[in-house]
């Protein structure tokens, strides 16, 4: 398996566009991670998805994010409109069932808001 | 939520042991601790996982004394590609999936 793969590597968008950021899980892991990583706040969890269904979204920041996941290779991170604030590395990871499974994680989608 | 407390920063030489240790003191009975590596520009990997006692991998030994209020990365014999950040977690099991991820300790091996 290729891993977890993200969408584009690298975004740069101007203020006030829509940003859609796209991950492929590994084929078989039935849990997936949203995660935003910058220098002042690390690593924070979006959202996860346990068989395509959002369990806790909790750590979606705003209204301006909303995340999907319409079958099970395939999860959208969208943000609309798009703010300088919403600059940061954003990563996917999935797992398998069952518990305390290690997460992969993909190498992420440098995001900058300009 | 699952919160852990580890040193910011560490220095070590190379063909040193490194322990990294963290602090859970609020740990329940059914969570696990899990350690990951992050080096610069990609997403973190897995590195080691346990309950109780040691467990060794190839890459690492971790140690969980009775308590498990605390837990010791060990890393043997690190190298300078072994510069990055470790981060320690309490994986809660059941239906809360979260990995939750503290500040890390940046590790910098020197020459």
């Known amino acids: 398996d290729a891993g977890v793969i993200q969408s584009p590597r690298h975004e740069v968008t101007e203020m006030g566009q829509e940003v859609t950021l796209r991950c492929k899980p590994i084929?078989?892991?039935?849990?997936l991670f949203w995660y935003r990583q910058t220098m002042m706040r690390g690593l924070e969890l979006l959202i996860y998805f346990n068989n395509n269904v959002p369990i806790d979204d909790s750590g979606m920041p705003e209204d301006r994010f909303s995340a999907k996941m319409p079958n099970a290779s395939f999860s959208t991170l969208k943000i609309q409109p798009s703010e300088p604030r919403d600059s940061a590395v954003y990563f996917c990871a999935s797992s398998l069932p069952g518990l305390n499974t290690e997460a992969f994680f993909g190498q992420g989608t440098r995001l900058t808001v300009v | 939520l699952a919160k852990t407390t580890q040193p910011i920063s560490m220095d070590s030489y190379e063909g040193q042991e490194v322990n990294i240790t963290c602090s859970h003191n609020n740990i329940a009975t059914n969570d696990y601790i899990t350690w990951y590596q992050q080096f610069p520009s990609q997403g973190p990997r897995f590195i080691i996982q346990?309950?109780?006692t040691k467990v060794t991998n190839e890459v690492a030994s971790l140690f969980i004394p009775a308590d498990r209020k605390s837990s010791t990365l060990s890393l043997p014999r690190v190298s300078l590609s072994d510069t990055a950040v470790y981060y320690c977690?309490?994986?809660?099991?059941?239906?809360?999936?979260?990995?939750?991820f503290g500040s890390g300790t940046q590790l910098t091996v020197l020459p």
């Open positions: 977690l309490r994986t809660a099991s059941g239906s809360a999936r979260q990995l939750t």
């Open positions: 084929s078989g892991h039935d849990y």
């Open positions: 346990g309950y109780k």
